[in-house]
T-cell receptor
Framework: EAQVTQNPRYLITVTGKKLTVTCSQN?????MSWYRQDPGLGLRQIYY???????DKGDVPEGYKVSRKEKRNFPLILESPSPNQTSLYFC???????????FGAGSRLTVL | QKEVEQDPGPLSVPEGAIVSLNCTYS??????FMWYRQYSRKGPELLMY????GNKEDGRFTAQVDKSSKYISLFIRDSQPSDSATYLC???????????FGTGTQLKVEL
């Protein structure tokens, strides 16, 4: 079954404590992306990766890091989380050249 | 002004009603249009995908695109309680460009 798997699904943490949200896909897709979803603001792209070792900033990259060392994995790193990063995060993938994204189930992060 | 505008709702309708959900956009380069459905505590899932202007029907769902007016619609016939979800429009110019999303319309279909 085609899957985009995110972990953890729910996390409560404190300001400044580094955390990583993992994303793994089994569809052999080249393109992977991270979004955050906030009420009234919709889905906003944080970072994306066109392929292994190729990453670029989206619309709201501040405070986040990513890496793409393997095709299937695209972790999102918050080096020093702040309360304004409290949000619902989605990883999404697609084939190279395709337009349709497949989303993971989401990771709800609360930063106190 | 946002590139894609979508009424957030919430929209509440009785079971069996026809639902109309809409988005307007400003970027004339958009050619590929999608509707995603998002249930509570789930990720968005693709519902309808259309290219350029025209209509596309899939069961109870019809997607309509009017590029001249920069307006897209999703119609749901014979709405069911299981249709209760947030509906997101999304669009792109294609060729590897990113998707631009509306903010979503929350729909509740009541018994």
């Amino acid at each position: 079954e085609a899957q985009v798997t995110q972990n953890p699904r729910y996390l409560i943490t404190v300001t400044g404590k580094k955390l990583t949200v993992t994303c793994s896909q089994n569809m052999n897709h080249e393109y992977m992306s991270w979004y955050r979803q906030d009420p009234g603001l919709g889905l906003r792209q944080i970072y994306y990766s066109m392929n292994v070792e190729v990453t670029d900033k989206g619309d709201v990259p501040e405070g986040y890091k990513v890496s793409r060392k393997e095709k299937r994995n695209f972790p999102l790193i918050l080096e020093s989380p702040s309360p304004n990063q409290t949000s619902l995060y989605f990883c999404a993938t697609r084939r190279s050249g395709a337009n349709v994204l497949t989303f993971g189930a989401g990771s709800r992060l609360t930063v106190l | 002004q946002k590139e894609v505008e979508q009424d957030p709702g919430p929209l509440s309708v009785p079971e069996g009603a026809i639902v109309s959900l809409n988005c307007t956009y400003s970027n004339s380069a958009f050619q590929y249009f999608m509707w995603y459905r998002q249930y509570s505590r789930k990720g968005p899932e693709l519902l309808m995908y259309t290219y350029s202007s025209g209509n596309k029907e899939d069961g109870r769902f019809t997607a309509q695109v009017d590029k001249s007016s920069k307006y897209i619609s999703l119609f749901i016939r014979d709405s069911q309680p299981s249709d209760s979800a947030t509906y997101l429009c999304a669009m792109t110019a294609g060729g590897g460009n990113k998707l631009t999303f509306g903010t979503g319309t929350q729909l509740k279909v009541e018994l």
